[in-house]
């Protein structure tokens, strides 16, 4: 019996660009409602930074702003759940939602959420790329 020659596959580790895309794909034209609808950014920090808000915060001009740390299970939890009264909009959005927690779980590890400030609350879901690199989302809720 001939022995395999083919090569054996390797998994490729995922880039960092190629996370950022994703990312990017998965928030094009997906709002974050709240009082107001914000859009997603990308944010970065230098490889090596501790996911802790003392180490991703540090630069914040208001050192007495209020930062509250969340679960991405938490945060995602009103976005993703379908109610009765929901139509084929409500639907999509719960699915582009969906596919957004699933888009971050699947390429960030050790994720956390912050949301930083009070009212005009910035809400960061930031995580460890497979090369070590931090980076993740950021939007904005307004809470009165």
């Known amino acids: 019996m001939p022995e395999n020659t083919d090569p054996i ?4 580790i995922v880039t960092t660009p190629a996370i950022i895309d994703r990312l990017t794909q998965a928030t094009t034209d997906l709002l974050w409602s709240s009082e107001s609808d914000y859009p997603f950014e990308i944010v970065t920090w230098e ?7 003392t180490a991703l915060f540090s630069d914040l001009d208001d050192a007495k702003l209020s930062i509250e740390s969340t679960t991405i299970t938490e ?3 009103p976005v993703i759940a379908v ?5 084929d909009a409500e639907l999509a959005i719960v699915d ?3 596919a957004l927690l699933q888009t971050i779980e699947s390429n960030l590890s050790e994720v956390q959420v912050f949301r930083v ?3 005009e609350i910035a809400i960061y879901i930031i ?3 497979p090369t070590g690199d931090i980076l993740g989302l950021k939007t904005l809720s ?3």
């Open 9 to 12: 596959s390797m998994p490729s």
């Open 75 to 77: 945060l995602f939890a």
């Open 117 to 119: 400030g009070e009212i």
């Open 127 to 129: 995580g460890k790329t």
């Open 142 to 144: 307004v809470e009165t």
């Open 47 to 53: 490889q090596g930074t501790e996911l802790t808000p």
């Open 96 to 98: 582009r939602y969906k």
């Open 83 to 87: 109610e009765d009264w929901y139509e």
